[in-house]
């Protein structure tokens, strides 16, 4: 049920119940923490997913008996080590990133993780890094959680290989309150909200920045 409040768009959500239910449902053990907390350890931007995000991510990809998944924006390796424990033996995860030194610290979290045999951390541009994956597809899902601007281009590659019942999620599906904002960042994430619904069924889930979920038909 929802009131009226709610129908509006007004969040009940305060960060004591956000602490408690995380604590319950998405707890961290040490190596989730050790990634978690490396961006303000080391200087890194903190904008990884939240953990009720990693949780639900996780959660999805065991749903639909992903093995074979690609993300685009690494960080510090915390969304890579939720996705990865949610494969099968035998699965893999690319991830992706731009910055070598990102890059680097996600392989050392994913190592103290023990997870270095299922996920390849990829450096470079993300556009020139794909296009070197697809012998590897069809995927089961791709996750994107990189640069804005190229959203819509990611969406693009993402529909084109990923197999019919795989999923894609893309985080900021709200680009931080400035969706609607025209032209540049905005638009490109529009675009990918609109064009993701002519090959995917989709939701936009209402997590603090949005996270568009998308089944390919």
Known sequence: MADDRSRAGVSYLTDEILNYVSSLHAPHDEALERAFSTPEREGLPSIHV???E???IHLLLRLVGASKVVEVGTLAGYSAIWMARALPPGGRLWSVEVSGRHARAARAN???AG???RVTVLQGEALSVLPKLESHGPFDAVFLDADKGNY????AWAAAHIRPGGLLIADNAFFFGRLMEAGGEAESVRRL???SRQRFDTVCIGTGDGLL????R
Do not use: F
């Open 193 to 195: 909200h609109e064009e």
């Open 54 to 56: 990693g949780r639900l």
């Open 110 to 112: 994913l190592e103290a």
């Open 213 to 216: 979920v998308g089944v390919r």
């Open 50 to 52: 939240a953990p009720s």
């Open 152 to 155: 819509a281009a990611y969406g």
């Open 115 to 117: 997870l270095s045999d």
